[in-house]
């Protein structure tokens, strides 16, 4: 059974997404929701994210998606607070994005009488990403469906800073009048893997406020105010969700018929094409042949194509008290706090540098060790 996209929509957006993962510094994403609210239930085709200047600050965090109400609660680094207050209680799902925001390191757990208090290990970098680009894929024009009311919803909202319609089909002036102006196309032909830009899309006002169309009937539609801060945090979570998810989001299937490109997608011999095996795979097709599925290894492909890393250091927040010391690497602080090192070399000795994890950092002094660390003897609250 097909849910969603049909699988020629499948296939182009694969084809796609490859395209752009190779000309483009950009991480891409499927399927993500892009609505301002519960209100609005908008999935965008492809998310691409551009890295912002404090891009590697995020990325050394979590490979994974840090839970967007993590973000939006009281807990932070400078202080811990009681478990039940993190998310307002302690339900299920509750449960779910503390443990979560623990495992991957976004959190940490101390107990305080007994009590299981929580901290953010690390401040949250506002500015990991510069742009947010929306593309909406529909391969046949002849069959807009809710098109023209899909790109009217992303422009009014503008969570995006560009929409984009990609079509294989040849686009006319017809095309084009339906479609708002703001509105980049670009035409895609997945069996060549050629990519024309139609029109350019234009910048839209994804840092003001904006209106979310909630509801379309035939004469009137319902729309919904949507504050700046509503979409700062909309944005915020879609990039979140973008950075964990990839958009090669499938398993190799258990077939003679199919192997894996060198961009990670799936190859189908009986049907000569690439296709999507969520959406086409299984003892249903008629093509099925049972066989070990092909090796493919997803993060690999998206750490070395990609700003994405897979393995990143992680954050280690200690309770550290007078004259504790942290050991770091040398080669780590240059590679990703090459702006710093310069104000740490400045603080040796003095106060005020305060990196990652530490609300608070005062170095009393810096060694370099036999075996190349850096011995920082600090005190940090
Ligand atoms: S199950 Fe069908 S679509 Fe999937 S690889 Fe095999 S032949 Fe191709």
């Known amino acids: ?12 957006e694969i084809s796609l997404c490859g ?7 950009w991480i891409l994403a499927r399927q ?3 609505g ?9 085709d492809i998310c691409a994210l551009s890295p912002g200047k404090e891009f590697i600050d995020r990325a050394r965090i979590s490979a994974a998606t840090i839970p967007p109400p993590l973000l939006n609660s009281p807990v932070g680094v400078a202080t811990a607070i009681p478990e039940s207050d993190v998310l307002g209680g302690l339900n299920e799902w509750q449960t779910d994005c503390i443990e979560t925001g623990l495992q991957i390191g976004f959190l940490t757990r101390e107990f305080h009488s007994g009590q299981p208090y929580i901290r953010q290990a690390v401040s949250y970098p ?14 046949d024009l002849s069959t807009p469906g809710d098109l023209t009311a899909q790109l009217e919803f992303d422009v009014s909202i503008s969570l995006f800073d560009h929409i984009i319609l990609a079509t294989e089909t040849y686009v006319t002036e017809a095309h084009l009048n339906r479609i708002p102006q703001t509105v980049g196309v670009w035409r895609f032909d997945p069996e060549s893997n050629e990519r024309t830009v139609v029109r350019e899309p234009m910048m839209l ?4 406020a904006g209106i ?14 949507i504050t700046a801060d509503e979409k700062r945090r909309a944005r915020r979570d879609i990039a979140e969700r973008t950075y964990g998810k990839g958009w090669r989001t499938y398993d190799p299937p258990a077939c003679q018929s199919a192997s894996v490109t060198a961009g990670g997608q799936i190859f189908c011999d009986h049907f000569e094409s690439l296709i999507d095996p969520s959406q086409r795979c299984g003892p249903d097709c008629p093509g099925y042949a049972e066989d070990d599925p092909p090796v493919m290894n997803p993060d690999d492909l998206r750490d070395a194509r990609t700003p994405w890393i897979k393995n990143p250091p992680g954050v280690e927040r200690r309770q550290s008290g007078l004259s504790e010391f942290f050991w770091v690497s040398p080669a780590q602080i240059l590679l990703h706090m090459s702006d710093k090192i310069r104000h740490l070399s400045s603080s040796v000795g003095g106060a005020g540098w305060v990196p990652w994890g530490c609300s608070r950092l005062e170095i009393e002094d810096v060694n370099l060790r036999d075996d190349g660390t850096l ?3 600090n005190y940090f609250n």
């Open 1 to 12: 059974m097909v849910v969603g996209n049909s699988p020629n929509e499948s296939q182009f």
């Open 32 to 34: 993500i929701g892009a």
């Open 212 to 225: 979310e169309i909630t509801q379309r009937l035939n004469d009137r539609a319902d729309i919904y105010p």
């Open 19 to 25: 395209i752009i993962e190779q000309d483009a510094e």
């Open 126 to 139: 506002d500015c990991w990403f510069s742009k947010l680009i929306g593309i909406e894929n529909k391969p």
């Open 375 to 377: 011995c920082v003897s």
């Open 36 to 44: 301002g609210s519960d209100r609005g239930k908008r999935v965008i």
């Open 205 to 208: 006002d994804s840092g003001q």
